[in-house]
């Protein structure tokens, strides 16, 4: 599985774009790249994934450059209800497991 | 939406008892999960379980714990003899088949605490 590398923690404000960018330098071939998003007390619930170039839905876009080694999530004009943490996750969709890492806390202020 | 669902929310027991956590997985996925979060950490891997039988467990899912789908519904975690650090969120997943487009979904956890 490669290693990820997320901020620890964000700060924005209501109706600004959040991005943040995941390293993983050490991705396979095989691999696709997966955010998830989790409020306190909840479980993990997806958001978006891919595995290269962009990907957009409802919620976020996610951009991931020709070399595969980063990938940012792109959050449009967040507001409160987007205050969670969101984990960058790096694997082969035929893994049984996923395994997260600390995430990075997204804090949006009024 | 389809969901997973879970019981119960919350379940407060003694050291040393036996606790059964209970997940209802999306109808018509084939590979089921169970993860923990203790306070304050990052969601573990605890097991995986497809055709009724494990696929993968991790270091944690020692022998007091166990899994099992006893019907067609239910899927559920049991952890036999409860020790202080089985405190935690116990999250069940499940997901519909492998590929690159089917993710897992998480329930929204039992809180355990083992006193």
């Known amino acids: 599985l490669a290693k990820t590398t997320q901020p620890i923690s964000m700060d924005s404000y209501e109706g600004q774009e959040v991005n943040i960018t995941c390293s993983h330098n050490?991705?396979?071939?095989?691999?696709?790249i997966t955010w998830y998003q989790q409020f306190p007390s909840q479980g993990p619930r997806f958001i978006i994934q891919?595995?290269?170039t962009k990907v957009t839905n409802e919620v976020a876009s996610l951009f991931i450059p020709a070399d595969r080694k980063s990938s940012t999530l792109s959050l449009p004009r967040v507001s409160l209800s987007d205050t969670a943490v969101y984990y960058c996750?790096?694997?082969?969709?035929?893994?049984?497991?996923?395994?997260f890492g600390a995430g990075t806390t997204v804090t949006v202020r009024a | 939406e389809p969901e997973v669902t879970q019981t119960p929310s919350h379940q407060v027991t003694q050291m040393g008892q036996e606790v059964i956590l209970r997940c209802v997985p999306i109808?018509?996925?084939?590979?089921f999960y169970w993860y923990r979060q203790i306070l304050g950490q990052k969601v573990e891997f605890l097991v995986s379980?497809?055709?009724?039988?494990?696929?993968?467990k991790s270091e944690i899912f020692d022998d007091q714990f166990s899994v099992e789908r006893p019907d067609g519904s239910n899927f559920t975690l049991k952890i036999r003899s409860t020790k202080l650090e089985d405190s935690a969120m116990y999250f069940c997943?499940?997901?519909?088949?492998?590929?690159?487009?089917?993710?897992?979904?998480f329930g929204p956890g039992t809180r355990l605490l083992v006193l």
């Open positions: 891919g595995y290269k």
């Open positions: 997943a499940s997901r519909r088949g492998t590929g690159w487009a089917e993710t897992q979904y």
């Open positions: 996750l790096v694997g082969d969709l035929n893994d049984y497991k996923l395994s």
């Open positions: 050490n991705i396979a071939t095989n691999d696709y």
């Open positions: 379980f497809y055709n009724n039988e494990i696929s993968e």
């Open positions: 109808s018509n996925h084939l590979y």
